[in-house]
């Protein structure tokens, strides 16, 4: 094992910084709810995105895991600056990801430009989806929306049938990922035909 040179205070400080600035992402919330009717905030969702990549990690052959789960936790870190917009909103041309990819590198900003680089390729690869780990976690990401979707105490007017149509490109991208939504959909067509549960 080649041996490390000690990191310098001055990268240290520098990355203590830009965790301070992504801290911000505990208080940004989402439209989806938890199981006790709060609504969630940004970094749980990513949490749980990671939770759902790690338990799917056996199952995704040829997927560089590891890869995988440093996409999920830099997919959101943008909302941090400018907040989340609720999946019912977004829109085609909204320019979502050209502001959270500034908002990215105004919070990358305070760290080292190799870390900085390293973070911002991480983004642009989940924003292209050019890799089979940002496939991956594009699908995932919608998934773990649609599961909060089902589990959460949401509101009595909540349109469960929302759920049916989002994603479905992301999700039809990988055997896997289909067969996950299929689940999925079957849940919330229960939910769906049984409004306020």
């Known amino acids: 094992m080649a041996s490390q040179l000690p990191t310098s205070p001055e990268r240290i400080a520098a990355i203590l910084k830009f965790l301070d600035e992504t801290n911000r992402l505990k208080d940004t ?10 609504r969630e905030s940004t ?13 799917l ?8 895991l590891l890869r995988l789960l440093k996409i ?37 900003a305070p760290l080292p430009p190799d870390l900085k680089a390293d973070i911002i ?3 642009d690869e989940y924003a292209e989806a050019r890799t089979p780990e940002a496939v991956i976690a594009k699908g995932l990401d919608k998934i773990e929306t649609m599961l909060t979707h089902t589990t959460g105490d949401n509101p ?3 349109d469960y049938r929302f ?11 990988h055997p896997l990922l289909a067969a ?11 939910l769906a035909s049984h409004p306020g549960r």
């Open 121 to 123: 390729a991480l983004w």
């Open 57 to 64: 990690g056996n199952d995704l052959e040829g997927i560089d």
């Open 180 to 190: 996950i939504r299929a689940h999925v959909d079957a849940r919330t067509g229960s």
């Open 43 to 55: 970094a749980e969702h990513s949490w749980r995105l990671c939770l759902l990549a790690i338990v």
């Open 163 to 173: 759920n049916l149509a989002y994603g479905v490109e992301a999700t039809n991208r």
């Open 72 to 108: 999920c936790v830099v997919h959101d870190l943008g909302e941090a600056i400018s907040g989340d917009i609720p999946a019912t909103e977004q829109s085609a041309g909204d320019d979502r990801a050209a502001r959270e990819r500034t908002d990215l590198a105004t919070l990358c």
């Open 156 to 158: 009595p007017d909540f």
């Open 29 to 38: 919330l989402r439209s989806g709810h938890t199981p006790g009717g709060r």
